[in-house]
C-alpha cells in the first residue's frame, strides 16, 4: 500500500472489456517525505476519490482483478481509500 494524490481522470471509449463501468484515476505516488515516486499510474476506483484527493492505494493485481470480478483483467493499481488528512514525515 502507498499514499498517491489523484492528478487526474482518464476515459477512454475503448478499453478492456473488465474496465467498463470503472472509473479510471490518475495517481501521484508520494513518498513517506511527501514527494513525488516515479511517473503516475492509471487506478480503479469505486469510492469516488476526486482530484487533489490523497488517497490509499495498493498495487496488488490478484486483488484488484479478484474486486472485479474478472481474472483476466489488465488492471494493476486500485484505490482502497481516502484519507481524511495526511501529512508527510518530516526526515
Do not use: F
Amino acid at each position: 500500500m502507498q499514499i498517491g494524490r489523484v492528478v487526474g481522470q482518464a476515459v477512454a471509449t475503448v478499453k478492456h472489456p473488465s474496465l467498463t463501468g470503472w472509473r479510471l484515476l490518475l495517481l501521484q505516488m508520494l513518498t513517506a517525505e511527501g514527494k513525488e515516486d516515479g511517473e503516475p499510474v492509471l487506478a480503479i476506483d469505486n469510492l469516488g476519490a476526486g482530484s487533489g484527493d490523497y488517497v490509499v492505494a495498493s498495487s496488488e493485481g490478484g486483488a484488484a482483478r479478484q474486486m472485479m470480478g474478472h481474472k483476466d483483467s489488465p488492471v494493476r493499481w486500485l484505490v482502497m481509500g481516502i484519507c481524511d488528512s495526511w501529512t508527510p514525515t518530516v526526515g
